[in-house]
């Protein structure tokens, strides 16, 4: 049973940058691509991006590209997302999720979720 455990979160003045880390196990994590969610206060989930199991693309949400960066490192079964400048808007607990093979936006498109990280951005 693959199991994610989301890790790096916490509290960032407006500019700063946060790296999340998403451990994997249960499961072969280069057959998994890894979907990033987050869920704003009051809010509900919305998708931030993936990064593929076959060739590390990446794809993004209705989200400030240049701002968030998905990485990959299938030796140490781990996926992360880097996030630069950050806005007070971007405050959310931040989920990863994994799917086998090519999945998308919708998060019923993923078989494993983690805990959730909290990042909370301040003005």
């Known amino acids: 049973q693959v199991h994610l455990v989301e890790s790096g979160g916490g509290l960032v ?66 996926a992360y997302l880097q996030m630069i400048s950050l806005k007070p808007e971007d405050t959310a607990v931040y989920f990863c999720a994994a799917a086998e093979g090519i999945s998308g936006a919708h998060d019923y498109e993923y078989a494993a979720w983690g805990q959730g990280t909290q990042v909370t951005v301040s003005s």
């Open 13 to 78: 003045q407006t500019g700063g940058s946060l790296r999340l880390s998403c451990a994997f196990s249960g499961g072969n994590f280069s057959l998994y691509s890894i979907g990033w969610f987050r869920q704003p206060p009051g809010k509900g989930r919305e998708f931030v991006g993936i990064i593929t199991w076959k060739d590390a693309a990446t794809y993004y949400g209705d989200i400030e590209k240049g701002r968030f960066i998905f990485d990959r490192d299938n030796a140490k079964s781990t």
